[in-house]
């Protein structure tokens, strides 16, 4: 690893964290701002190289090197501690070999660090109220911080002993185990965590999934590359591979790792709402990416043994446990606990909620397993985690048994099976975007819009949330009720984007002579579009299946396309009540189709994630109360 010496700032290599003397080194977690200096590897090396240039001059790289580098070294300094790392400008980045040996050390180089100070730039010193909390939201600067919301500063929370944040003036703020609950309140990540009471290992892998569930990375593939130490695991980086990343990170903490909450995620249902329904929609065993582990934060691995213990006849069964899991290419090969109830097959993989056992919602797969010596199993993505009772709601028995079933218990069984660890295959055209719902009007060049599956799936990235459904964009499209796009950006929130014919158009149809011999069904005097907050059922309709009436959600004085200048426009989302006056900007942009005929609007959104908005906005701006955001549509 190369070190910075933190009274010259020049680079040099030691062969591993432990050849460092004593004291060790201090290692540095940041976020780098658009205003930072960024000084990588090879400009520290040249400042190195031009100081040695220049005999008569007294000045070192480290008077030379950026701010934040310079603060560093010389904290570091003053605190004994020759030696200093920080990511920016230790890792050779030029060398491919070089940049994936460090990622998959990363987690070390942090747990072997003597200490590490966290700069916060955006937070204030205790004086000037870092963990004051707002009127209203009860947050707090220290918060509501950037740091907490990045992917790579998790491992660099959880791995060092010694964490000290400092403020935008290089104020000590205090240590991980002094704020320890306010980093629980930050990150949802345990007191006990923090303050090292409790092993990483001892939290269950589902969990420590849903720390990560809303964290940001700027590149697809460093989702999976940023949790590699947090999982004990190592894997080759490959940059360009996408969300296959994630999937190779499960596969390789399977392998590793008998907790089996690695499959637990997904929304949770109690088992007495479950409903007989053959029809289901299928997912895989693994996860896209961490965010839909977001509410597994209270799910626990029960240990097998715990599980033959509390049910004694599974142990003298033949071909019993262990529950084991190998990667084939017809599935993943799992010996595990089956039960049958009420036309349900459910998995138990030893997971407990608050106490309460959560199994996984299975359905055999019909004509797959031509040839094979055991069925292949989809998993049900719309009830994928059954939640069910520790006894009869009447008998007052297990509910869970390995005698006969009842119809009040479910009787298990090992069984060998394959469960499908991606949805059953698709037509070739799909597989691109095999992750989104069907969008018929996406596939007519001459329909009214279009809004392209890789622009949804970028909007989702942005958002850092995914596409839960679509609504009214089928062929032929008239915009009543307008098609709807809804994304699902936490457990309580979720963004939908609208466009909709308006039956009153404000604005006549602007003279086109390109255009003029073929018009859209739905021409662009008429079409309106906006994007909402957790939009309201209307007439008291469930919000999952819109009410005609919605086609008149908008104003029309503000949406229409045709009044927006270069067919954009802007919308700005504030939480009520923040302190920080941090707005979300969300941009929709229309721009012609060219390959259409028919005047074929394409539609693209996106969003930027924080920016400060004067107090003082002009008349031209528009409140819509949104519960508890305020929309200011520019």
């Known amino acids: 690893m190369w070190l910075l010496s933190t009274d010259r700032a020049e680079l040099h290599f030691f062969a591993s964290p432990e050849s460092v003397p004593s004291p060790g080194y201090a290692i540095v977690s940041h976020v780098w701002d658009h ?21 008569g001059s007294s000045s ?5 090197v950026s701010e934040k580098i310079r603060r560093c070294c010389s904290l570091a300094h003053d605190q004994g501690y020759a030696w200093l790392w920080i990511d920016a400008c ?59 919301r990045r992917g790579w500063t998790l491992q660099e929370l959880l791995a060092p002993s010694v964490v000290i944040f400092l403020s935008e003036s290089w104020d000590s703020l205090g240590s991980k185990a002094e704020l320890a609950r306010e980093l629980e309140e930050a990150t949802g990540i345990p007191q006990a965590v923090l303050r090292l009471e409790t092993k990483l290992s001892d939290v269950s892998v ?24 947090i999982f004990d695991v190592n894997m080759p980086t490959l940059y360009g591979e996408g969300r296959r990343a994630f999937q190779r990170l499960q596969e390789e903490i399977m392998k590793r790792n008998t907790d089996t909450t690695l499959f637990a995620w997904g929304r949770l249902f109690d088992f007495a709402q479950l409903e007989r329904n053959d029809s289901f929609a299928p997912c895989g065993l693994f996860a896209t990416s961490p965010l839909p582990f977001r509410g597994c934060a209270g799910l626990a691995h029960q240990a ?27 599935g993943v090969l799992a010996h595990v606990l089956v039960g049958e109830h009420q036309g349900w097959t459910l998995a138990d993989l030893g997971w407990l909620e608050n106490g309460q056992p959560v199994l996984l919602a299975l359905a055999q797969r019909l004509g797959g397993a031509n040839g094979l010596s055991h069925p292949i199993y989809d998993i049900r993505g719309d009830r994928r985690l059954v939640r069910i009772p520790t006894t009869s709601p009447k008998q007052k028995r297990p509910f869970l048994r390995a005698s006969a079933a009842t119809s009040t218990s479910i009787r298990t069984t090992w069984k060998d099976i394959y469960i499908a660890h991606r949805p059953a295959p698709r037509s070739p055209d799909s597989i691109l975007h095999a992750s989104l719902p069907p969008i018929p009007i996406n596939q007519c060049v001459s329909a009214p819009f279009r809004f392209p599956e890789r622009r949804i799936e970028n909007f989702a990235r942005l958002v850092k949330g995914n596409l839960e459904s679509v609504q009214n964009a089928e062929l032929p499209w008239t915009g009543e009720p307008p098609a709807t796009f809804t994304f699902r950006v936490s457990n309580m929130d979720s963004l939908s984007i609208q466009v909709g014919r308006c039956p009153a158009p404000m604005s006549p149809y602007p003279e ?31 919000q999952s299946d819109p009410d005609p009436a919605r086609a008149s959600d908008h104003d029309c004085a503000t949406d229409h396309v045709v009044d927006w200048a270069e067919l954009k426009k802007t919308f700005v989302l504030l939480p009520d009540g923040s302190h920080r006056e941090s707005y979300q900007f969300f941009t929709m942009a229309f721009t012609r189709c060219p390959i259409s ?34 929309v200011y549509a520019l």
């Open 512 to 542: 086109d002579t390109d255009t003029q011999a073929s018009k859209p069904v739905v021409p662009l005097s008429l079409m309106w579009a906006n994007i909402q907050w957790n939009p309201r059922p209307v007439n008291g309709g469930n």
């Open 60 to 64: 070192t790289p480290r008077a030379r």
């Open 90 to 148: 230790c890792i050779d980045k030029s060398s491919s070999a070089e940049l994936s040996e460090a990622i998959n050390s990363m987690f070390r180089y942090y747990a072997l660090a003597d200490v590490c100070y966290v700069c916060l730039r955006d937070v204030p010193s205790r004086a000037e109220g870092a963990f004051a909390a707002s009127f209203g939201t009860g947050s707090s600067p220290f918060r509501d911080s950037r740091w907490h």
């Open 206 to 229: 589902a969990q420590r999934m849903s720390w990560a569930a809303f964290r940001q990375t700027k590149i697809v593939e460093d989702e999976a590359y940023c949790l590699m130490g």
């Open 597 to 630: 005929t028919a005047g074929t609007l394409i539609l693209d959104v996106s969003a930027v994630e924080e920016r400060f908005v004067p107090r003082t906005l002009g008349d031209d701006v528009r409140i819509i109360p949104v519960d508890d955001w305020v």
């Open 304 to 330: 097998q043994a715990d599980v033959l213990k509390s049910h004694p006849p599974l142990s003298r069964q033949v071909g019993g446990g262990p529950a084991t899991f190998a990667i084939t290419s017809h």
């Open 35 to 55: 205003e930072d200096e960024v000084q990588t590897f090879d400009h520290l090396q040249a400042l190195r190289t031009s100081c040695a240039l220049s005999p």
